[in-house]
């Protein structure tokens, strides 16, 4: 794919806004890309790399000509960062973001902007338990989900452009409404994510009585949890603040389930058991089938090459 944008302006260089300006250099996806950041470490680090063309920790400045400008920052502060940087965009600049919370973002985002700007917010479905710019690679979106949420009546010639982008980075691009997106991933991604950190977090209060046997004797079960309970506290504090309602839905639901798990196996009831058992199998084998995962252990993921642009 061509070069379609001169330039592409990055807020937030952790691993996934590293990993875009990655991709969008190696693809070709934009003649220029900026790099913005607060942290001057980080901004460091992305010179290093050589993975922007400019690294700047000057807001105004990083945005003030891009043709597109993606906030990859904790949902959390996303509201804010459009705040600071809407009067600085140029007349038709689009601005996105990746966060995984979008009605929120939304609601944040879109008063601050003026009607030429339009907003059309995505969220890449991909990632590893690592941080920071060292962390990205250019394939990081290769045949991942990219779920697009633009607000009704947003410019399709804007959203045709943030589709051509993600694809050109090799993601699958779907759109939703942010509401319908907002309850899928509370079950596919938020929740879980909660059951790790408080899996894990109840394995660590055991470690006294266990004599550090639970990290010693850690299977493979196990270890997937510590993986996704790696992930960035920030973020994911962000993640169940402004997802609270769909998540407090699918832990309601989550909870009944587990109820009703607990009297099958309390009364002996191999039947329902083993049904589940096989449900969910069949489940894992679909995402398997689908391209999304590999059948490997530990959710088939190879550690990335941190030095690897």
């Not at 902007?113 to 995505?122: Q, R």
């Not at 089938?289 to 252990?297: I, K, W």
Request: net charge negative; with cysteine; hydrophobic share 45%.
């Amino acid at each position: 794919m061509g070069s379609v944008l001169h330039t592409v302006a990055i807020v937030g260089l952790g691993l996934i806004g590293s990993s875009i300006a990655r991709g969008a250099r190696t693809y070709g996806l934009a003649d220029r890309v900026v790099a913005v950041d607060r942290d001057e470490a980080v901004l460091e680090r992305v010179r290093a790399l050589g993975i922007a063309d400019r690294a700047t920790a000057d807001l105004a400045e990083g945005v003030a000509k891009a043709d597109l400008v993606i906030l990859c920052v904790p949902v959390g502060a996303i509201g804010m960062a459009a705040a600071e940087l809407a009067p600085h965009l140029k007349p038709g600049a689009i601005l996105s973001d990746v966060g995984s919370v979008k009605g929120s973002v939304v609601a944040a985002a879109t008063p601050h902007l003026k009607p030429e700007n339009p907003f059309v917010p995505a969220h890449p479905v991909a990632g590893t338990e690592y941080s920071g710019p060292d962390s990205g690679f250019a394939t990081m979106f290769q045949n991942r989900w990219c779920i697009l949420t633009p607000p009704e009546g947003t410019d399709e010639t804007a959203v045709a452009t943030v589709t051509a982008f993600w694809e050109g980075l090799g993601a699958i691009v779907e759109t939703m409404t942010p509401e319908h997106h907002d309850l899928v991933l509370a079950i596919t991604s938020h929740v879980p994510h909660l059951i790790a950190y408080n899996i894990v977090g109840t394995a660590a209060d055991l470690e006294t009585v266990t004599q550090s046997e639970v990290i010693k004797f850690s299977a493979g079960g196990f270890r997937d949890f510590t993986r996704i309970a790696a992930s960035d506290p920030t973020m994911w504090r962000d993640v169940f603040l402004t997802n609270k309602d769909a998540v407090l839905e699918m832990l309601g639901r989550f909870n009944e389930d587990l109820a009703a798990l607990t009297k099958a196996i309390r009364w002996g009831d191999g039947d329902a058991l083993f049904e589940l058992f096989t449900r969910t199998r069949a489940i894992r084998k679909g995402i398997v089938a689908m391209g999304q995962e590999t059948a490997e252990p530990d959710f088939g993921r190879a550690r990335p090459d941190p030095k690897a642009n």
